[in-house]
């Protein structure tokens, strides 16, 4: 609008006529290379492992550091004497049997709960009703802390590995289901017409169309439902520690507090933190290598 | 138009017969009705091609065809039979790159319908499918995953896919329009050179009159709002290179007198 007066004066400009221009090509050998290689230190950065084996290593001298500095090993071990006592604890067989005895129960409720989201995720993908069921339950269930289920679970199943399972049922039911069921509703029109072009339809479709399509989704819908269990597993044993025969990680941490063992204490929680970055680097992330990365559906 | 019993489709009649059909689909606040009773025959080795500006229905009325869409009045049949439900029969190729599913390589891609349609032996499969990759030029890329290849290659490789499951019909919802001019150019020369070779049948649906009378041996021209038929061309005298002939550009002024002309009024 603000041209209204320049236009009017309408000056007309004129490109100069020029001549056409050719140029001979270089040779392709002329050139040299078109690709160079890296160094060795830009390589080396690129390993997303290594750069954050440095970001532990750096956490760990700085826990060393604070904790001489602070010199108290009854509020505060070093890692070294973590270290020791961890080992300690490895060597006598107490911590391979708490962290048997949380595995053990760990992967009996994320398997029911990964059997039960598949079912009921499947029904709820076939129809419009069975989706708006799903989807409100989910809502309503995912921010219930499945901790504060626990009492309603002891009265229910006792005290014992069925409560256990309940409340780990509970804690990974509702995420995977959230992230399986998003995943499916954002498979692209296109490639749901695909999957129905070759006449496939009912469970079939949802195995050969749905999931592939949105593994993405559902892996990490897996990956914080594996985060959820472990942290409402280790809360409940600390809550009401031995579990049927087997003591737990959580019931580990609990009895050497009590006996101020400190150093015990971190060793425990170590355990707890090796067992999540074992399970985040290298089973979930050899699945991720071996499906969305490879098939370009996640990047880093 | 009399019913057959689908065994034999002699030349004479139709392969396909759209047959006084109305579509609609719903959106959110309303029913939209995209064809009014459109017909048209399609014979065997036809490449046919609907035309029109966006909003008149040629991509509703190929969905339709593929079975995602049921006629509120009218029907449509394949060799005599009322199409119901979607099927292999009916090979769609789309625009969308993401048809091809990026879990798969492209072997297993094409593959795929064979083994969930149960088509061919199953010692067939890989046979076919190699030979109908190796024929749209992708021979070395049997292994590869789709999200490595560009545009153009994953379109070749939605066509091999479709054509190696040898459909009764081969239905393409601007399978182009997302690429490239370059390309685009090619790929239309490519899918003339295996139509010489294979001579499948197809309905092909673009807004690109160029497009349209290259590929066409017969062309549907549609008007929007709603859609209907306004002409049905014979488009076989134009081979592959003619697009600048003075024959070629007045086909192409008067295509464009019609959809143009037709616009003015629907508009008021």
Known sequence: MADVSTQAQKQVIEVAFRPDIHRPLAAANAIGDVT???????????????????????????????????????????????????????RSGVLI???????????LGYAVAIGISAL???????????????????????????IAILPLALLWFGLGVTSLVFVIVHSVLWAVSLNTLTGFLSVSQTQRMVGRNYGLKGVGFVLRILVPAAFPSILSGLKIGWAFAWRTL??????????????????????????LETANVFAGLLTVIIIGLLVEGVVFRSIEAVTVRRWGMQNS | MQQTNGRNTSPSEPLLAVDGVT????????IVTATHRVSFDMYEHDRFVLLGPSGCGKSTLLKSIGGFLSPVEGEIRLKGQRIARPGP????????????LPWQTVLQNVVFPMRTA?????????????????????????????HTLSGGMKQRVAIARALAMEPAVLLMDEPFAALDALTRRRMQ????????????????????????????????????????IIAELDATRFAHDQSGSDEFVSFHKQINGMLFGQQKVANG
């Open chain 2, 23 to 30: 579509l609609q689909y719903a959106t959110r606040q309303q």
């Open chain 2, 118 to 146: 149960g088509r061919f032996a199953r010692g067939e499969w890989e046979d076919r499918a190699r030979a109908a990759i190796a024929k749209v030029g992708l021979g070395k890329f049997v292994d590869a995953y789709p």
């Open chain 2, 89 to 100: 029969d009916r090979m769609i190729v789309f625009q969308e790159f993401d048809q091809l």
């Open chain 1, 234 to 259: 280790i809360a409940a044993e600390l809550v009401f520690g031995v579990s049927g025969s087997s003591a737990g990680l959580g019931w580990y941490i609990f009895q050497n507090r009590n006996a």
């Open chain 1, 97 to 107: 049997r708490a962290v048997y005895g949380t595995m053990q129960v760990l992967l």
């Open chain 1, 36 to 90: 160079q290689k890296l160094g060795l230190f830009e390589r080396l950065s690129e390993k997303t492992w290594l750069r954050r084996l440095a970001v532990i290593l750096v956490l760990v001298i700085a826990w060393e550091l604070y904790a001489r500095y602070a010199s108290n090993e009854l509020m505060f071990p070093s890692f070294s004497n973590t270290a020791l006592a961890w080992w300690e604890g490895v």
């Open chain 2, 189 to 228: 020369e490519e899918l003339l050179d295996l139509w010489a070779e294979i001579r499948f049948s197809m309905i092909f649906v673009t807004h690109s009159i160029e497009e349209a009378i290259l590929l066409a041996s017969r062309i549907v021209v549609m008007t929007p709002h709603p859609g209907q």
């Open chain 1, 120 to 146: 009921i995720t499947t029904l709820a993908i076939s129809t419009r009703v069975g989706t708006d069921v799903l989807a409100t339950m989910t809502a309503m269930f995912n921010p219930l802390p499945a």
